[in-house]
């Protein structure tokens, strides 16, 4: 692997896993996929022939991206414009009731900035769109990065974000995220600057640590930024991204049940990733899940702390035991 030594004049150096250290690092992210389908074989996604090939070609766009670098742009078929056309207009009109108002207030924007309603989004332009906002950057990623990779890459403001459509025949649910996972689901909390620093937080915590900690950083990250509920005016919405970006998730969200979160419990907790969830977990507020996520961070015991410069645009380490 990847293990490297914290360098650190004082002391005692511990050896810790690789993570990115600084904006030349992150462009070598991207190269570890974890693909499983395993649960989830019969979905037109993993057996249509034709949509594989078409997946393919797009991911050899996209993983020539370079960080920093222009994004490519796909240009999408009608097929793909047609299937974000449809499911667009579907996840506006049943989220709005059930989802977050600060997620609602950031969709919006962006909506009308970028025009959501009458064409594919290209990555480029929310890019540009996100750096102006929060200074979240991205880096276009041809599928599933590990645990790893991916929150490391937030602990730089980076969002690794696919390019390619979910399936034409099944855009309800998608089993891996898409763009339309991405876009509608994800760009809207990174570009809430409360979210965004949450999100580097639990990026910085992830960076170095050990794997079982690795993993319940990242259960975490799907209880809250992947599926999370807060109470808004006493009625429980949803924030998180996956939830946002699917109607099939969506129209679970009024039937499923609800645990109030605790990240000392639900740490550990195992959940689905190919069907949607059977159990939502809540806070009372946004504010109560920042606040439990960053008690959290303090007990993970790590050799050393970390912080992210932002003028030399790099992570440096403090307190090396
Ligand atoms: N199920 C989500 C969707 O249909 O948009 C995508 C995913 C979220 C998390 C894993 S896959
Ligand atoms: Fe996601």
């Known amino acids: 692997g990847r293990d490297e030594v914290l360098t650190n004049k004082n002391s005692k150096i511990p050896i810790v896993p690789w993570f990115p250290r600084d904006e030349n690092d992150v462009k070598s992210l991207g190269l570890l996929m974890v693909v499983n389908e395993e649960n989830n074989q019969y979905h037109p996604q993993f057996t249509d022939q034709e949509y ?4 393919e070609q797009i991911a050899k766009i996209s993983e020539q991206h370079v960080f920093g670098q222009k994004i490519p742009s796909i240009d999408y078929t009608q097929q793909e414009e047609a299937t974000w056309k449809k499911i667009y207009s579907i996840l506006r009109e049943k989220g709005n009731p059930l989802l977050a108002k600060r997620y609602l207030k950031n969709l919006e924007k962006i909506e009308k900035a970028l025009g959501f309603k009458y064409k594919v989004p290209q990555l480029n332009d ?4 996100l750096r102006a906002e929060t200074g979240f950057r991205i880096k276009a990623t041809h599928g599933i990065l590990s645990q790893r990779e991916f929150l490391n890459a937030l602990a730089h403001r980076v969002f690794c974000c696919t390019q390619y459509i979910r399936h034409h025949a099944y855009p309800e649910y998608s089993p891996e995220p898409d763009l339309i996972h991405e876009v509608v689901g994800h760009i809207p909390l990174f570009a809430d600057k409360e979210i965004a620093d949450l999100s580097q937080e639990i990026g910085i ?7 079982k900690d690795l993993s319940r950083l990242g259960t975490l990250y799907w209880f809250t930024l992947e599926f999370g509920a807060c109470k808004e005016n006493g009625q429980i919405k949803g924030y ?5 970006s699917s109607t099939g998730e969506l129209d679970n969200f009024h039937i499923a049940n609800y645990e109030k979160f605790d990240p000392f419990i639900h740490a550990d907790r195992t959940y689905p990733t190919q069907i949607v969830q059977p159990t939502y977990l809540y806070c009372e507020s946004f504010d109560e899940v920042i606040q439990e996520l960053r008690m959290f961070g303090q007990s993970l015991q790590k050799p050393f702390g970390l912080y992210y410069d932002f003028v030399e645009k790099e ?7």
Request: proline residues 0%.
């Open 52 to 55: 594989r090939e078409r997946r």
């Open 126 to 129: 929310i890019d540009a769109y």
């Open 205 to 211: 915590l992830s960076c170095g640590v050990e794997q």
């Open 240 to 244: 998180g991204a996956g939830i946002a």
């Open 315 to 321: 992570l440096k380490a403090t307190k090396v035991i």
